[in-house]
T-cell receptor, first 115, second 115 residues
Framework: AQKVTQAQTEISVVEKEDVTLDCVYE???????LFWYKQPPSGELVFLIR??????QNEISGRYSWNFQKSTSSFNFTITASQVVDSAVYFC????????????FGKGTHLIIQP | DAGVIQSPRHEVTEMGQEVTLRCKPI?????LFWYRQTMMRGLELLIY????????DSGMPEDRFSAKMPNASFSTLKIQPSEPRDSAVYFC?????????????FGEGSRLTVL
């Protein structure tokens, strides 16, 4: 069975602060993929990143960065110099077992960036 | 390029009525997924198709739910009869291939309210 835990239900920070969203996953498979999706107030799900289990290199894309640590089964997401437009619900997701079960999503973290 | 297109965006209906949600995947994508999002349970996979064939429908809540994919460019999710507990946002997503775990492209969702 696979599971994704996003322990932070809601985070509120002031604009320009850095913020890290935590994601812990569980799977018995050695090959798996981790994802982050953003759901802005408009409701759609927007793909942010996919990382496979054999690539532990951290990734940076503009103000976004991801820290993948297999030793702690974590795939954390950091937004640097947050902006009001970053306000959204962020979902971490896991796919393993060859994709037979689709994506397993965490419950999401509601990020509020205050001006 | 057009993304995944879902209709209707919003549906309000009365308990007992039949509801049909529609999805047009991205052209060339051979996998199609239906997800349901609720506050209580988060995002759940209901069913997915590969080349128009249902592969795994273990997430479908009960017999009141059915999904079809008559061709590569169209899928429906039907609820008959609908109940208030079916109120949720239903997302359709498509991808090209699963062996490389391609990115899932989500539609904007169909928000269903059953009174």
């Amino acid at each position: 069975a696979q599971k994704v835990t996003q322990a932070q239900t809601e985070i509120s920070v002031v604009e320009k602060e850095d913020v890290t969203l935590d994601c812990v996953y569980e799977t018995r498979d050695t090959t798996y993929y981790l994802f982050w999706y953003k759901q802005p107030p408009s409701g759609e799900l927007v793909f942010l990143i996919r990382r496979n289990s054999f690539d532990e290199q951290n990734e940076i894309s503009g103000r976004y960065s991801w820290n993948f640590q297999k030793s702690t089964s974590s795939f954390n997401f950091t937004i640097t110099a947050s902006q009001v437009v970053d306000s959204a619900v962020y979902f971490c997701a896991l796919e393993s077992g060859g994709g037979a079960d689709g994506l397993t999503f965490g419950k999401g973290t509601h990020l509020i960036i205050q001006p | 390029d057009a993304g995944v297109i879902q209709s209707p965006r919003h549906e309000v209906t009365e308990m007992g009525q039949e509801v049909t949600l529609r999805c047009k995947p991205i052209s060339g994508h051979d996998y199609l997924f239906w997800y349901r999002q609720t506050m209580m349970r988060g995002l759940e996979l209901l069913i997915y198709f590969n080349n128009n064939v249902p592969i795994d429908d273990s997430g479908m809540p009960e017999d009141r739910f059915s999904a079809k994919m008559p061709n590569a460019s169209f899928s429906t999710l039907k609820i008959q009869p609908s109940e208030p507990r079916d109120s949720a946002v239903y997302f359709c997503a498509s991808s090209k291939g699963r062996d490389v775990t391609g990115e899932l492209f989500f539609g904007e969702g169909s928000r269903l309210t059953v009174l």
